[in-house]
């Protein structure tokens, strides 16, 4: 994705970002299986380090493992979104960045939640967010990927009344299990849904994955005796 492609991505959300808080940040209380997996994925990584929500927009996942023992802290490209975040969620840390160039060391995360944050990326690129993904997850690291089933794309040229200027993709499940699958994850469990009522959420199907970086394997070959 070129520099100009992400800065109409940023800016399209900097404009949308307090409408879309307003929004959003109470939309779990109405999506019971997506609180049921979020709840699933913070018992596994509680204690075993930090979590990043990616694209966390106005913080509510990052709230929500919060108090379900996750150690998280938030990131996205919006300044705007992050804004909102902060003010809404004083106590977590909030930051910058690109899932496309992570500013993460290597092997940091235990876990990485990206609820609906590869929305804008076509499905060409996703290869290199998926192996950014791979690459700062501490091995045996927990992803928990959720995103909008289809096989279209979509170009608004508004949304709530305001001017947007991005892409937004709806992925086929195989073809999202096979990038992952390229990138070194493992597949555990594909969990897909109709969307809830329409007052709820937009009317498009959705699909959450759990996937797993590998763990390191043990070399159990015999040790060479030096004399």
């Known amino acids: 994705m070129d520099d100009g492609s992400r800065l109409a991505i ?6 949308i970002a307090d409408e879309y808080a307003r929004r959003f940040v109470n939309e779990l209380q109405r999506k019971p299986l997506d609180r049921e997996l979020l709840s699933r994925f913070a018992k596994e990584v509680a204690y075993l380090g930090e979590v990043c929500d990616m694209g966390c927009g106005p913080g509510h996942i990052a709230r929500y493992l919060r108090d379900r023992g996750a150690m998280v802290f938030g990131l996205d490209l919006s300044p705007r979104m992050l804004e909102q975040a902060r003010q809404l ?19 940091s995360l235990a876990g990485i939640v990206a609820f609906y944050a590869i929305v804008n990326i076509p499905i060409e690129l996703l290869a ?6 791979h690459r700062v997850l501490q091995p045996g690291g927990l992803l928990l990927l959720a995103f909008h089933t289809g096989n279209e794309a979509l170009c608004l040229p508004e949304l709530w009344g305001r001017p947007i ?6 992925f086929p499940t195989s073809e999202i299990r096979c990038s992952l699958e390229a990138a070194q994850f493992v597949v ?7 969307p809830y009522a329409p007052e709820v959420e ?15 394997q043990e070399n159990n070959s015999p040790k060479a005796i030096q004399f």
């Open 128 to 133: 290199a967010v998926f192996r950014e993904m």
């Open 89 to 107: 969620y004083p106590d977590i840390r909030f930051c910058e960045g690109d899932m496309m160039a992570l500013d993460l060391p290597a092997d």
């Open 10 to 15: 940023r800016e399209s959300y900097d404009r």
């Open 202 to 216: 937009a009317q498009t199907s959705r699909a959450y994955i759990f996937a797993r970086k590998p763990p390191q």
């Open 188 to 194: 555990k469990e594909v969990i897909e849904r109709w």
């Open 165 to 170: 200027s991005m892409g937004w993709f709806l």
